[in-house]
């Protein structure tokens, strides 16, 4: 960092629920926050506040990855704004919905190909050729899902997108050493959706084997250590109550009581 600055971290998907989760905790540990966005790059209410109170510098960027160009276009306007490259890329937005081999469409495929796989590519190519001072510590994590694990046929485009990513993760640590770092975090159901019920999310934290369901918190955290952990590249933190070591013929929200 050049004087006192604080380091700048991009998030994509940083607006709203885990992505901004992950914002909240990298602005407590002092990071400046250029906060992604599909269609806005308004805030969630808890992160606004958490931005008011730490006072870190911080801007939003709306950029929907289905359209061509707004992923290239995205890193040079975050540089523009902020003066500097981003010393952390957070590759944390994602396509997730319904589809498997019965229904899937040529279209499913590319749309989530496009949101989850080639969008984060492209962000790291550009956050790969961004100067920066040699003594910067700069790094990449992907925000992967524990199902690539065992991976079952339900939301199928979305996980053979995420599995795109995952496999590039290792691609990039051994292409871009030792300039930068890349790394993964693997959640497991972190922020559940209206759909599950309490009994579900009861019997869920029961089925993982250290029964407790992953706080997003906890994924946070992970973020920030492979952040700052400059010995550690093309690792994958499973935060996810150890839910990886099981087999689940089905998504969470589908499994039978």
């Not at 992160?47 to 109170?53: Q, V």
């Not at 730490?54 to 960027?61: A, E, H, I």
């Not at 540089?79 to 957070?90: C, K």
């Not at 019920?197 to 084997?209: G, H, I, K, N, S």
Request: proline share 6%.
């Amino acid at each position: 960092m050049t004087g006192a600055l604080p380091p700048l971290a991009l998030v994509t998907g940083g607006h709203r629920r885990l992505g901004a989760r992950i914002a909240m905790h990298l602005a407590r540990a002092g990071y400046a926050l250029a906060i992604h966005g599909r269609h806005d790059a308004e805030p969630h209410r808890f992160l606004s506040e958490c931005l008011s109170e730490t006072g870190v510098p911080w801007q939003g960027f709306v950029a929907d990855f289905l359209q061509p160009g707004a992923a290239e276009a995205l890193m040079p306007a975050v540089v523009a704004h902020f003066g500097r490259a981003p010393d952390l890329l957070v590759n944390s937005a994602s396509l997730f919905g319904e589809s498997d081999l019965t229904n899937v469409t040529a279209q499913d495929l590319a749309d989530y190909h496009q949101v989850n796989t080639v969008a984060p590519v492209l962000l790291t190519q550009a956050f790969a050729v961004a100067e920066r001072p040699a003594s910067h510590h700069a790094s990449v994590v992907n925000i992967l899902d524990q199902r690539l694990a065992q991976p079952h046929g339900d939301q199928l485009a979305y996980t053979l997108g995420k599995a795109g990513l995952e496999a590039f993760t290792r691609i990039a640590a051994r292409t871009l050493a030792p300039a930068i770092r890349v790394n993964a975090v693997s959640p497991g159901l972190t922020l559940a959706t209206y759909d599950y019920t309490p009994e579900q999310l009861d019997r869920l934290t029961r089925l993982a084997p250290l029964e407790v369901m992953p706080s997003p918190e906890d994924v946070g955290e992970a973020v920030l250590y492979l952040a700052r952990a400059h010995s550690v590249t093309g690792q994958t933190i499973m935060v996810d109550g150890g839910a990886h070591m099981r087999s689940y013929e089905r998504d969470f929200l589908h499994l039978e009581a």
